[in-house]
């Protein structure tokens, strides 16, 4: 199954969402695999866990969402896209990973603010040769990762990506910007 | 007199409107001086003719807009910013152009898809040295604007800017693009 | 399998290489599954080639390049990824195109100025609801892409991508751009 | 005087140089004007110096740099533009800065690792309503920025610039990306 589902297949509501080529780099810097046992750590619409769930089929992936309307949003999409190996958790990460098993691939979309308290969870639950994607929307969550990933010494790679969509304007095809995303990857040695 | 205004200075009602950096870079390209000549093909709010005013103190901007919400901003525009070396004409170019004088630069920010009739009638009141700077939004816009000044034969430079702004939303600072434009700069040899 | 080889991991001597995130996106908009079909014109190194062979494991891909240096370092990299699914046809597109059988997508990373005259004729050998996904990395091939399948009435998406690999140098990670690419993604209706 | 002096007419070396549309944004945002008192920290070849004295014409220019490949290509760029107005101060910033009279006016472009003391001494001469604008090519720069000017309480503004230059390749224009740029602009209050 090939990663990439169009963004007006998900359903949405007013919940922010990983668009489509972001969430395609995600996928791939993750490295997932048929047996991967995946965390998607602010999970938003679940268009990350959806994806993830499709490629992971003999594994699980662990959505950690805070509000209760990206709660329902990922249960819905989790039933439109009939993936049976989802657990949704209601929690404000830190807090719901301290039980987690072992896991191939974190992916963090959004920390609420305690991004370090999470990796600090997190980065003991991740087996070796396994990674945590960070989606950065910020200078500080760029900052921040970077500077963790140096301190506790794993090796890390850093990218921006800036993805224009042409837009259809009558006979024009009209540059259409979304905002940059940093993705920060890092493999525990 | 620097040129940089702010965006929030501008009345600017629906009309679109250049964005600051977009329009530092095309007043730059256009090497506008004390006596320069100028027209402003599409001038839309006129956020580049005030700026092109206040730098050509002792010369003249032809300010060429057909939508007449956005002459009337234009007019508000020059009362604000007190500029008096400002001619309005509305009028759809190519129109309008005809009984120029010779000019030291045109920019070109809409074209209302008669980019190559309106380069046809600019070019030959171009002086000698003189630009012509194309704001272009599109594919075909940027596409036009290559082709047509290689077949005349002219020096021209193209460049895309992409710039990103960051917002301040609590302690973050979120990045937030800006759709990307190509400027495009073409020198009468 | 993941797609996301590391660009280090391809045997690369002076050609061109498709960039790792490109290569990501390139081939999650063509859609690949394990039974694909695909042709990579303009293959250069062989490494969209290799990832889609990794992918359509029951499928095949037939590489298609004109330069005999990129053709044997193709040959050295299907070798060294152990891919048993890759036709290598030295041949200058379109040229050589002719007999291929129906195919599931269509990757073009270069066309030797042969664009229209490639799409006329692997348009008819894409099966409805297959895909052309071309890297542009001109004005040219870009403008060419969107007016080609305007003219045949395909649906047709095009993307600009930018990234930015951030390089370690002592304790600063330093932005270092790649070139941007254009990809644009056609599905036969 | 306008500013955007093309790269090449810079007498240039090996030392690394701000680009024309980084330059013309960076003095656009500093607001220099004809009597601006100015520092350039970091002056690298003096690129940004030789714009800022065409500027301020009745004011000055410092420019402290600690190389001295650079000193010498900052004295002949001086020579070569004619510019009176400038002041070279051989030194590793914050050393030399003490007996700067009051500034309009700070620009760094380098800061050899020591930004906040840099900061530190130069906030204390700058006029109210003067600018620090800053030229961050790393993550770590941008975040000590923005964090240094929140915990002093300026009031400030980020952005990103992404220049992509089209390269005239026989008859293609092919995108060729410089480095993105971040500009931090800081004004006193």
Redesign the interface.
Same mark, same amino acid.
């Given at each position: 199954?090939?990663?990439?589902i169009a963004d007006e297949e998900f359903i949405r509501g007013q919940v922010p969402m990983t668009k489509q /080529?972001i969430r $395609? &780099?995600t &996928?791939? =810097?993750a490295?997932?695999?048929f047996n991967s046992f995946v965390a998607d750590i602010g999970a938003g619409t679940g268009s990350i866990t959806i994806e993830a769930a499709r490629?992971a089929v003999n594994g699980k992936i662990f959505a950690v969402e805070k509000n209760s309307d990206a709660i329902e949003l990922i249960r819905r999409n989790v039933e439109k896209f009939s993936v049976n190996n989802v657990e949704i958790i209601c929690a404000a990460a830190p807090d719901g990973l301290e039980n987690f098993p072992e896991l191939d691939a974190v992916i963090i979309g959004g920390s609420g603010g305690q991004l370090e308290k999470i990796l600090d969870v997190l980065g003991t639950k991740i087996k070796i040769g396994g990674r945590i994607v960070i989606n950065a929307?910020?200078?500080? +969550?760029?900052?921040t990762c970077?500077e963790y990933f =140096?301190k506790i010494g794993w090796n890390y /790679?850093? $990218?921006?990506?800036? $993805? +224009?969509?042409?837009q259809k $304007?009558s006979?024009?095809?009209?540059? =259409?910007?979304?905002?940059?995303?940093w993705i920060v990857t890092a493999t525990r040695s």
């Open positions: 199954m090939m990663i990439g /080529e $395609i &780099l &996928l791939a =810097k490295q997932i695999n490629l929307l910020t200078v500080q +969550t760029l900052s970077v =140096k /790679e850093a $990218i921006q990506v800036q $993805i +224009t969509r042409f $304007i006979r024009y095809d009209m540059a =259409k910007a979304l905002n940059p995303v």
